[in-house]
């Protein structure tokens, strides 16, 4: 799976926290969120106070609502849950 892609794609990540929680968003640039998390205001409240962040998982959605759902989805997995889908990320 690539970073990019076309234009208005959309794509649901975990970040990796400093204090090893993980963190799930939503956004249309990867690269452009990650570095909001790690170096600005505009990062999430709950990365600022544990950064630095990195990326652990990323997924594409095909558009806004798809990846809010899936958002929604794994925020409500167990913690064990989400290591396995990181773990399996990792390994692609």
Known sequence: MTKRSKTGA???????CNDNS???G???????RIDEHN???????????RRPVSL???EEASN???ACQREY?????????????VS????M
């Open 10 to 16: 959309w794509w649901v990540y975990l970040l990796r």
């Open 22 to 24: 993980l963190y799930a």
């Open 26 to 32: 939503v956004t249309t640039d990867i690269h452009r």
């Open 39 to 49: 170096n600005s205001k505009l990062g999430a409240k709950y990365t600022r106070a």
């Open 56 to 58: 652990a998982y990323l």
């Open 64 to 66: 806004k609502s798809t």
């Open 73 to 85: 989805q794994i925020r409500h997995l167990a913690k064990l849950k989400k290591e396995l889908l």
């Open 88 to 91: 399996k990320y990792s390994q």
